[in-house]
């Protein structure tokens, strides 16, 4: 009993620590001896060098090149003026008459193209003040509709999306970014349609009893927000937030040049994932040398590699005039990278010395009895609840794959469950608790806007936590009765 309670109290104090902003690099490795010191049977230098480290390692090995694309591709994305032009020609299409869905479809496209949440937020939130201001809408909507078209659907639910949730399923379970297609398309469905109803229908009452827009100040833009950008995992304090800007007129070739390298993510990653990787002849994975694997354990990884980097590549060459620094613009997108990944593999390495410890086999079997025989459902508890512990999707997904992994695929073969589902259902419920107040991403994004928790928070919870409670259950529903689509 006392290993339970050395696990319990290192999770809380991780969850409360970080609220209060300590990092997470140096909160997970104290925390997992803490938990270790509980356990007279596991020795304590052992557990940090031989299962944190390793465990850490692991990750760093497995997401450094997705980590270090990705955040070059949000930068490069930013400094040019791409995803602003992006945003404003989805905002152009739609008017000032549909403002809620002009922002979340512009955040959808971005975040769906592989572009940072933290980027997409400094980016659109100019443009939503301005257009929330003409059409006379309470400010405090703002950070709800940019949460929903980036914290939700694209990040866990729509397929081939690049984002880490997205991505740290497959090397356990096999599969792709496009694992099981149909049931994300519905989940998503669910948040988006939901989301924006939910956030139209605030918007009505407001108007029906007189509030608009509000007196705000709108602090400068800071000089270089992509840099400093804080993830969910570090719980940085937010910076200062953005200027209110006009939004610019529709410019079509403008327009063509920006949405090109997102499109071309999209469409390499699929093509890699489904049709060219698979019809290589890579038989020379099954050599030690190169671990003595197959394609389809890594062919999902290879897939958003590639089509990262060719979208940077394209990004450069179209958007070259507006990249005048471009070696420093990329140096400080591979240095964002950094701090990101190794906050994620700590927890990991937490996620493994915990599991290790005696009293987790009972904290294991319970989980597990939850539901016998459908994994699905000890998935979708399990990876919420960790999420909502560690204020991060990556972090607590990390944490309950590396704990569980191999007893979910394990489950999910015998009960007939495909690794496909596994993986859809294991990224969209790291979408659900992760949002609670003391996330990063929450934490940052009120910033941006200048509002408060108590201004704004309860609809962010509604669209990032509540609804997506909601998809996540829809498609274990749906799942367990029909299996993967």
């Known amino acids: 009993m006392t290993s339970i309670a050395g696990i319990v109290l290192a999770l809380v104090l991780l969850m409360a620590l970080a609220y209060r902003g300590v990092s997470v690099l140096l909160l997970a490795p104290l925390m997992a001896l803490l938990a270790t010191l509980f356990s007279p049977q596991a020795p304590l230098l052992a557990s940090y060098t031989q299962v944190f480290m390793p465990a850490l390692g692991g990750f760093v090995i497995a997401f450094f090149p997705l980590f270090l694309l990705g955040a070059v591709f949000g930068k490069l994305m930013e400094a040019s003026g791409a995803a602003r032009v992006v945003a404003n020609a989805i905002v152009a299409w739609l008017g000032a008459q549909r403002a809620i869905l002009a922002i979340v479809l512009a955040c959808a496209v971005l975040t769906y193209g592989g572009v940072s949440l933290f980027v997409v937020a400094f980016a659109v939130y100019p443009i939503a003040a301005a257009l929330f201001r003409q059409a006379d809408l309470p400010k405090r909507l703002i950070p709800g509709t940019i949460a929903l078209g980036a914290f939700t659907f694209t990040m866990t639910a729509l397929p081939g999306t690049p984002a880490i949730q997205n991505a740290i399923p497959m090397p356990f379970f096999g599969t792709t970014p496009f694992a099981a297609p149909g049931l994300g398309l519905i989940g998503g469905a669910v948040m988006l349609v939901l989301g924006t109803l939910w956030l139209v229908r605030r918007a009505a009452t407001a108007t029906a009893r007189g509030e608009g827009y509000g007196e705000h100040d709108e602090p400068a833009a800071p000089s270089d927000p992509g840099s400093a950008a804080p993830t969910a995992a570090t719980q940085a304090a937010p910076a200062a937030p953005p200027a209110a800007a006009p939004v610019a007129r529709f410019n079509g070739r403008a327009f063509a040049r920006a949405i090109a390298p997102v499109v071309l993510v999209i469409a390499l ?93 009972i904290i294991r079997d319970a989980v597990l009895a939850i539901a016998p025989g459908n994994p699905l459902v000890s998935v979708s508890i399990a990876v919420n609840i960790l999420a909502g512990i560690t204020g991060s999707a990556s972090g607590g997904m990390s944490i309950a794959l590396q704990t569980l992994g191999e007893t979910w695929l394990a489950m999910g073969q015998a009960a007939g469950i495909a690794p496909d589902l596994l993986h859809r259902v294991t990224a969209i419920a790291t979408g659900g608790l992760d949002s609670l107040p003391h996330n990063g991403a929450v934490i940052t994004l009120l910033g941006i806007c200048g509002l408060s928790h108590r201004q704004a928070y309860a609809d962010i919870f509604v669209v990032a936590v509540a609804i997506p409670v909601l998809a996540l259950v829809v498609v274990v529903v749906l799942g367990s009765t029909l299996g993967s689509f």
Do not use: C, K, M
């Not at 179209?318 to 420093?328: C, E, F, V, Y």
């Open 269 to 361: 990653n699929y093509l890699l994932a489904t049709w060219l990787l698979p019809a290589l002849d890579t038989a020379y994975l099954a050599e030690p040398r190169f671990g003595a694997t197959a394609i389809g354990n890594v062919r999902g990884i290879w897939a958003v590699i590639a089509a990262l980097t060719a979208a940077i590549v394209l990004l450069v060459v179209l958007q070259r005039p507006h990249l005048p620094r471009l070696s420093h613009t990329l140096e400080q997108g591979a240095s964002s990278s950094v701090l990101p990944l190794l906050n994620t593999a700590s927890q990991v390495g937490f996620g493994a010395v915990i599991a290790s410890l005696a009293g987790f086999a």
